[in-house]
Nanobody
Framework: HVQLVESGGGLVQPGGSLRLSCAASGDTIGRYCMGWFRQIPDKEREGVAG???????SYADSVKGRFTISRDNAENTLYLQLNSLKTEDTAMYYC?????????WGQGTQVTVS
């Protein structure tokens, strides 16, 4: 059973950058589709970015050109580089692992842009 632990969130000014990390244990992430979601209170979770086992990536239109998802299989860690941050990027960010329809979630890390 995989455990996902996010870190790297914080308070940043508009236009700033952050790098989120998701450390995985209990399973190797390189074989799976991994992703980042975000959620604002009272709103549904929104898919932000995903990376397949072959390295192909996808992004929500709202973050294309600003966010970059990557993985380090040797470190068993998923990353999300957030650049040119906007106030509307404020949310709790969650790391996910998808395996044949089953999704594991981390506990989240808060990003506040203000």
């Amino acid at each position: 059973h995989v455990q996902l632990v996010e870190s790297g969130g914080g308070l940043v000014q508009p236009g700033g950058s952050l790098r989120l990390s998701c450390a995985a244990s209990g399973d190797t992430i390189g074989r799976y589709c991994m992703g980042w979601f975000r959620q604002i209170p009272d709103k549904e979770r929104e898919g932000v970015a995903g990376i397949e086992s072959d390295g192909s990536t996808s992004y929500a239109d709202s973050v294309k050109g600003r966010f970059t998802i990557s993985r380090d299989n040797a470190e068993n860690t998923l990353y999300l580089q957030l650049n040119s941050l906007k106030t509307e990027d404020t949310a709790m960010y969650y790391c996910t692992k998808s395996d044949d329809g089953a999704v594991n979630w981390g506990q989240g890390t808060q990003v506040t842009v203000s």
